[in-house]
């Protein structure tokens, strides 16, 4: 059985663009959770989604945002990109509502120049 | 508001002897505790998790954690260290009224160098 998988693994981007990060969770689970992890530091929570609907959100500007499908893959967009927002972006996934912990993805390395 | 401390920057044992790294949490109601490792440029591992009951949670690779609600600990255990334990070590707490799983707090990390 696949893991969290997500994509792309590495990512170069100038100031000012855009970017698409994705992630596909385990099979069964219906919740996927987005964290930002700068070097140094632990996880920052971002984003959580259950049934396409947003269920949680961190302390991240409106610059981020995020959507899950039907078939519980998810996407975080982030505009206006700057250089603070080069970090590794984890994708997890869990069963919504069972208290297990999460199961991460390897993570999108972002550098943004 | 929930945070997670993680004392040490950096823990060193030899191996085969026991080592501990430190956690203490606060949170406004009960907590739910884990702790993942990571290994370099990849994703975190689960290793294990407090939710209730015994306050002594065993979890994968030989880790047991320790919940101590008067001192608000999870101090993350493992009676012989392996050089293979050699990683990063993170603690993460979530308050037990959310209703969602999402929104937990990490510490900062403890690397773990176990020398042969």
């Known amino acids: 059985d696949a893991g969290v998988t997500q994509s792309p693994t590495h990512l170069i981007k100038t100031r000012g663009q855009h970017v698409t990060l994705r992630c596909s969770p385990i099979?069964?689970?219906?919740?996927v959770s987005w964290y930002q992890q700068v070097l140094g530091q632990g996880p920052q929570f971002i984003f959580q989604y259950y049934e396409k609907e947003e269920r949680g959100r961190g302390n991240f500007p409106d610059r981020f945002s995020a959507r899950q499908f039907p078939n519980y893959s998810s996407e975080l967009n982030v505009n206006a990109l700057l250089l603070g927002d080069s970090a590794l972006y984890l994708c997890a996934s869990s069963p919504f509502g069972v208290d297990h912990g999460y199961t991460f993805g390897s993570g999108t390395r972002l550098t943004v120049v | 508001a929930q945070s997670v401390a993680q004392p040490e920057d950096q823990v060193n044992v030899a191996e085969g002897n026991p080592l501990t790294v430190k956690c203490t949490y606060s949170v406004s109601g009960n907590p739910y505790l884990f702790w993942y490792v990571q290994y370099p440029n990849r994703g975190l591992q689960f290793l294990l998790k407090y939710i209730t009951g015994d306050n002594l949670v065993k979890g994968s690779y030989g880790f047991e954690a320790e919940f101590n609600k008067s001192q608000t600990s999870f101090h993350l255990k493992k009676p012989s260290a392996l050089v293979s334990d050699s990683a990063l070590y993170f603690c993460?707490?979530?308050?037990?009224?959310?209703?969602?799983?999402?929104?937990?707090?990490f510490g900062d990390g403890t690397t773990l160098t176990v020398k042969p």
């Open positions: 099979s069964g689970h219906k919740s």
């Open positions: 993460a707490v979530r308050d037990a009224g959310y209703t969602n799983a999402g929104k937990s707090t």
